[in-house]
């Protein structure tokens, strides 16, 4: 099976403060995302890495920045947190062969105070 | 970005009932994909649709990719309580990258005993 971990599931963090969230795939895969859910705006992709050191931007980068140094890691980091990036955080891999399938993890829900 | 239109937004059913939900886009789409969030935790895929026409069945849900490769439905039979949860799907538009995947917004199952 396809494991997504997301180091940290819960975290809550002050106005200003940097943030890291850490994710680990472990099936070798190309492709890696960071997403934001909210409710009423569904999943947005906020960056995404088809290798190492490489990443793009997606619909909503701005507040963002990621980190992929080593394939199975992808790192998400929020420079200085502000209250409207209080959300869940979502990280998925997939494979490039595969038809896009994309599998997920169980999600950081951050709370910026 | 790309639009999906998934509908019912929410469904209250008796357990017992079968369900069905669809997405449509005025895009075509390459794959599509079928995930179940349960509160507080990340989509799990359901199941992956890579071909017009395909019909694919994974325990009491079955999920159709329309001929005019712009729509899929899910269908869940006999639901149970555990079925209770959030289902998205997601495509992969024809042609498009590793971010090229669009997202439902999602329907809300919820079931009375």
């Known amino acids: 099976d396809v494991k997504v971990t997301q180091s940290s599931r819960y975290l809550v963090k002050r106005t200003g403060e940097k943030v890291f969230l850490e994710c680990v795939q472990d099936?070798?895969?190309?492709?890696m995302f960071w997403y934001r859910q909210d409710p009423g705006l569904g999943l947005r992709l906020i960056y995404f890495?088809?290798?190492?050191?490489?990443?793009e931007k997606g619909d909503i980068p701005e507040g963002y920045s990621v980190s992929r140094e080593k394939k199975e890691r992808f790192s998400l980091i929020l420079e200085s947190a502000s209250t409207n990036q209080t959300s869940m955080y979502l990280c998925?891999?997939?494979?490039?062969?595969?038809?896009?399938?994309?599998?997920f993890g169980e999600g950081s829900w951050l709370t910026v105070v | 970005g790309q639009q999906l239109n998934q509908s019912p937004q929410s469904m209250f059913i008796q357990e017992g009932e079968d369900v069905s939900m669809n997405c449509t886009s005025s895009?075509?789409?390459?794959?599509w994909l079928w995930y179940k969030q349960d509160p507080g935790e990340g989509p799990v895929l359901l199941i992956a649709?890579?071909?017009?026409?395909e019909l694919t069945s994974n325990g009491r849900l079955t999920a159709q990719f329309g001929i005019t490769r712009k729509d899929s439905f899910l269908n869940i039979s006999a639901s149970i309580p555990s079925d209770v949860g959030i289902y998205f799907c997601?495509?992969?538009?024809?042609?498009?990258?590793?971010?090229?995947?669009?997202f439902g917004k999602g329907t809300h199952l919820i079931i009375q005993p």
């Open positions: 997601a495509g992969q538009l024809l042609g498009g990258g590793a971010d090229g995947l669009t």
């Open positions: 998925a891999s997939s494979r490039t062969v595969s038809g896009n399938t994309i599998y």
């Open positions: 895009s075509i789409f390459n794959t």
């Open positions: 649709l890579y071909k017009a026409g």
């Open positions: 890495s088809y290798d190492v050191k490489m990443k």
């Open positions: 099936m070798d895969h190309e492709n």
